[in-house]
């Protein structure tokens, strides 16, 4: 069984990369999709958390949370870290009156943050620079 889905995926490789463009600019596309969608709906969680922000605001963050996860897939950094920090900022306030149901958002949105801050950060070893993107 694996043997054959390792020589399944050696296909599949070997094919992608005589066409891989159109798989490419597919994805992408798809990715602007969910970009423009997930924008949308955080309108919407807005508007709704204005009248109701106890059962609302909730979405507004997760939907952050999620525009940040699409923005740092799509290679826009700063973009994913201004929704991470605001969807933090929400869930630190929900978690002030709710901590049993929202300090694990807090948690799994800083490990957001982390993970983009250590995408950028640069290292400084004698003789050299490095930098990990």
Do not use: C
Request: glycine share 4%; charged share 30%; proline share 5%.
């Amino acid at each position: 069984m694996f043997w054959r889905l390792f020589t399944l995926a050696l296909l599949v490789l070997t094919e992608l990369a005589v066409n891989a463009a159109p798989v490419l600019d597919s994805d992408q596309h798809r990715m602007e999709e969910a970009r423009k969608e997930h924008e949308e709906a955080l309108k919407t969680y807005r508007e709704m958390a204005q009248k109701e922000p106890e059962t609302y605001l909730p979405e507004v963050a997760q939907t952050l949370n999620d525009l940040g996860i699409v923005d740092s897939a799509q290679n826009r950094p700063e973009e994913a870290r201004k929704a991470f920090a605001e969807a933090l900022k929400i869930y630190r306030e929900l978690a002030q009156k709710r901590p049993g149901t929202y300090l694990p958002y807090v948690a799994t949105t800083l490990k957001n943050l982390g993970t983009i801050d250590s995408s950028r950060t640069s290292w400084r070893r004698p003789g050299r620079n490095m930098r990990r993107h």
